[in-house]
């Protein structure tokens, strides 16, 4: 596996790649803005010298050994020298599955090989840092960009280059459509902006949907007994609570506040709980239950050690929460928390209210 140190190109790794800070509406085009997808699937700078190719993560641990079927590919789609800014994505049919993309992250060689094989996937490049001697980080992103069509221009399947476009309406369109294909939103980019590692000098905008979902449990905060994160549950057509994600955004004192208001809800056996199966089912590794019902328990692939353990309550408080969107049957990041509903009964927190976006064509956007 190739080690930074075997590297010697004009840029080299760690690179913490340039950030977006969110904003509530699309930025309005003032002559230099660029718009494009965003895509939902893992962060990832890509360096190749040669026969050495590195994928430096997010957080700078390397995606390399999880992915290689990424780094032939790269070998045969990126010029020999370069460092290119994208994600890692699995496309399942026409959309995302970011499930499947979680689920490469796995410890055991042989079971990377076999996913490797089965779930292959793809690099969407949106930004160019680098390319035979020249680093081109303090090149406005217009620039960047002109120059990351070139380099691309005879790459495959497996490395694509994000769609994108200067005219507002056109992104606000992009905004609705893509959603279906399981993108999450539009990254907007000024055009005279050198490439700024860790800052967030771009903008997301991201959809904001409500929903009314049933508080199962909490898990306790990691500085204390003290409320961390709420567990969050819907009902699907044939009366099973799903787990659907967690709150948590609440300040340190509205945390303490929490355990005393939600401690007469709570349960001492679990099998009066909804989720009472989840002790049997907590190290499948996969978020999966009886006949795949979602339980709260799973072991986590980022953190084997993480305690997902929860002090489980009765299932009769109700509150609204925001959330961006749904991956599968379930919130894609935490939901924030917006208000009680002492109005609504447990019982009519359903899928049913979720708002379904329009099914998109995954090849139709990357061939725009």
Not at 65 to 86: N, Q, S, T
Request: aromatic fraction near 8%; hydrophobic fraction near 40%; proline fraction near 7%.
């Amino acid at each position: 596996m190739t080690e930074i140190s075997d590297l010697t190109l004009p840029v080299l790794p760690p690179v913490s790649p340039m950030l977006a800070k969110a904003v509530k509406g699309m930025p309005p085009q003032n002559g230099s803005l660029f718009y494009e997808p965003k895509w939902d699937g893992f962060r990832c700078i890509v360096f190749r010298d040669g026969d050495q190719v590195f994928l430096g993560s997010r957080n700078e641990r390397p995606f390399t050994r999880y992915f290689p079927e990424l780094v032939e590919a790269i070998k045969r789609e990126l010029p020999d020298r370069c460092v290119v800014d994208g994600e890692i994505v699995i496309m399942r049919g026409q959309t995302l599955d970011f499930d499947s993309l979680q689920q490469r992250i796995h410890p055991a060689a042989s079971r990377v090989k076999l996913l490797a094989e089965n779930t292959p996937a793809s690099f969407i490049a949106f930004d160019l840092l680098a390319v035979g001697e020249e680093n081109l980080m303090a090149l406005p992103f217009a620039e960047r960009r002109a120059r990351l069509e070139e380099v691309t221009a005879k790459a495959g399947d497996s490395v694509r280059l994000t769609p994108i476009t200067t005219i507002q309406e056109r992104a606000n369109e992009w905004f609705e459509m893509f959603e279906g294909a399981g993108l999450d939103g539009i990254i907007v980019k000024p055009g005279g902006s050198p490439y700024e590692p860790d800052k967030r000098t771009m903008f997301k905008v991201k959809h904001e949907r409500t929903a009314d979902c049933v508080i199962a449990g909490y898990r306790e905060h990691k500085s204390g007994p003290i409320v961390g994160s709420l567990l969050l549950g819907l009902y699907s057509d044939d009366g099973r609570l799903h787990h659907v994600g967690v709150s948590a955004s609440f300040p340190m004192k509205r945390r303490e506040e929490l355990v005393a208001e939600l401690a007469p809800y709570r349960i001492t056996e679990m099998s009066e709980h909804p989720w009472g199966e989840w002790a049997a089912w907590a190290g499948n590794g996969v978020g999966g239950g009886p006949e795949g019902q979602r339980l709260p328990g799973a072991v986590s692939r980022w953190n084997a050690k993480k305690d997902l353990s929860f002090i489980p309550l009765r299932p009769e408080l109700v509150i609204e929460v925001a959330y961006d969107h749904m991956e599968g049957e379930r919130f894609r990041h935490t939901a924030q928390f917006r208000r009680w509903r002492t109005d609504r009964s447990p019982e009519s927190c359903t899928y049913d209210q979720l708002e379904k976006p329009i099914a998109y064509n995954l090849d139709d956007i990357l061939a725009r």
